[in-house]
């Protein structure tokens, strides 16, 4: 049983990789500004998903030239900052968003083991090559963030400004994301909401409740952050969608457009599963979010 189940988890990641346009590391622990720590090679976690991550890696999905919108989104996967579901919400996306004329960028970041500059280091980077080098010569007009769960507070995180609120003036606030897509965020550290596991991976378990704050996604929304679409389960026992409805409520204040949809159920991780039961109405509401952008 072993034996088969680790024959399907290879099948699973050749199909999930095979379909890529583009390639891009973005730099290691050696050639970021800063490392985590870790080292030696990624492990396969299985069902194609990483933990030990030392390198930013982009996986580039380009969109349909016949239906081609001029969008591109870098994509965050989740995983609780110890790992990185890289196929079900990343790869599986990626494919989907091209075939529907999103040009795609699926990110494999670094681990923060407790360094939460890392994370945010990749995610900023990737918006940026995006923006700087992949964009010029490719007709985007537009780069968004999108993120899942763990991925989502750093897709949050780098719409805010998460980096230059903590004092790294090395990226640029106008190369932030142009527009934000959160499925069931990790947002706030708030003991009452928060997912323990993600801020204990990415701050530690001896952080004060100064440095939780610093990294609570809605206490940094400011009128510079961009439009952003939401969207989670009702029954989400692992982030409760109150971190949702705090991300949408802080953007509100300051008038940012933003999308709110909260599902009748379906838990947590659904991701691109087919099993997810309203799997096209997420599909349905994102497009027109997105057409209405163009």
């Known amino acids: 049983m072993r034996r088969l189940s680790l024959i ?16 891009i590391k973005l730099w290691d622990n050696a050639t970021a500004p800063h490392t985590n720590h870790l080292t030696g090679d990624k492990k396969d976690e299985g069902w ?48 989907w968003l091209a075939e529907n004329g999103v040009t795609a960028a699926v990110l494999m970041y670094r681990m923060p083991n407790h360094r939460p500059e890392v994370p945010l280091e990749d995610a900023a980077e990737a918006v940026r090559y995006m923006k700087e080098e992949y964009a010029p010569t490719r007709g985007i007009t537009s780069v968004g963030i999108m993120g899942f769960s763990a991925g989502g507070h750093l897709a949050a995180s780098t719409a805010v400004g998460a980096l230059e609120f903590n004092g790294d003036k090395s990226h640029r606030a106008s190369l932030r994301p142009d527009f934000a897509v959160l499925f069931y965020p990790v947002i706030t550290g708030e003991a009452l909401h928060a997912h323990k596991g993600s801020f204990d991976n990415l701050l530690g378990t001896d952080r004060t409740e100064a440095l939780t704050a610093r990294y609570s996604a809605e206490k940094l929304v400011s009128a510079a952050t961009p439009p952003t679409f939401l969207v989670c ?32 159920s379906g838990g947590h991780g659904w991701g691109f599963r087919d099993s997810f039961r309203y799997k096209s109405v997420w599909q349905s509401a994102l497009l027109d979010w997105l057409g209405a952008k163009k």
């Open 48 to 95: 194609v998903r990483y933990s030990n991550t030392t390198e930013a890696m982009l996986y580039i999905y380009e969109a349909d030239e016949e239906k081609a919108t001029g969008q591109s989104i870098v994509i965050c996967p989740g995983g609780g900052y110890w790992l990185v579901a890289i196929g079900h919400e990343g790869h599986d996306f990626g494919k």
């Open 233 to 264: 389960s009702d029954d989400d026992g692992g982030v409760p969608p109150a971190n949702s409805v705090k991300f949408y409520n802080a953007l509100k204040e300051y008038g940012i457009p933003a999308s709110l949809h909260i599902l009748p």
């Open 8 to 23: 399907i988890a290879f099948t699973l990641t050749a199909i999930a990789m095979q379909a890529q346009d583009l390639t």
